[in-house]
Antibody, heavy 113, light 112 residues
């Protein structure tokens, strides 16, 4: 069974950093691109970023709202995709999901002083 | 950025009756590779999103056949042939043709 489990969320002050992880199982992780999405409280879905598989260079794409602050990486040996979030703002608050068609349950990030 | 506009934003339906949601994109979603990367997702209350349909009309694994997608270019439709209680939630269209990927505002499906 394909499964994605996000972790690493929590309460963080504005300007600080947080690293989210997405641990995959049930499929050959290295063959797939991985995406991150988020959902602010009571709002719709927003795409955050994307990392291609190594076959396609492992390159990344980001939403304008996070470009330069967030970095997506992958460790195919551990089947983990990561989202490094720096210079966090209150508007980054929400539930963060990883996905490769199947979605994880999400991890909550709250940016507040 | 491609703007995705869904209608209606709320859809009260009777159990067993059909429901339909429209999604219009601000520009064509036909990719240079010839595919149209338009997906539909369902988000039940308190749950993460779930992929229902990809590339306009392909049902994802495990999705009941009462869900169907259609359309082309800039206009797309999700239809539920007979609404069941478990279909209550918010439905989003999403384009993956061009970065940044963008979503419609969401359509809330509820039972009358």
């Amino acid at each position: 069974e394909v499964q994605l489990v996000e972790s690493g969320g929590g309460l963080v002050q504005p300007g600080r950093s947080l690293r989210l992880s997405c641990t995959a199982s049930g499929f050959t992780f290295g063959d797939y691109a991985m995406s991150w999405f988020r959902q602010a409280p009571g709002k719709g879905l927003e795409w955050v970023g994307f990392i291609r598989s190594k076959t396609y260079g492992g390159t990344t794409e980001y939403a304008a709202s996070v470009k330069g602050r967030f970095t997506i990486s992958r460790d195919d040996s551990k089947s983990i995709a990561s989202l490094q979030m720096n210079s966090l703002k209150s508007e980054d608050t929400g539930v963060y999901y990883c996905s490769m068609d199947v979605w994880g349950q999400g991890t909550t990030v709250t940016v507040s002083s | 950025d491609i703007v995705m506009t869904q209608t209606p934003l709320s859809s009260p339906v009777t159990l067993g009756q059909p429901a339909s949601i429209s999604c219009k994109s601000s520009q064509s979603l036909v990719h240079s590779d010839g595919n149209t990367y338009l997906s539909w997702l369902q988000q039940r209350p308190g749950q993460p999103p779930r992929l229902l349909i990809y590339k306009i009309s392909n049902r994802f694994s495990g999705v009941p056949d009462r869900f169907s997608g259609s359309g082309a270019g800039t206009y797309f439709t999700l239809k539920i042939s007979r609404v069941e209680a478990e279909d209550v939630g918010v439905y989003y269209c999403m384009q993956l043709t061009q970065f940044p990927w963008t979503f419609g505002q969401g359509t809330k499906v509820e039972i009358k």
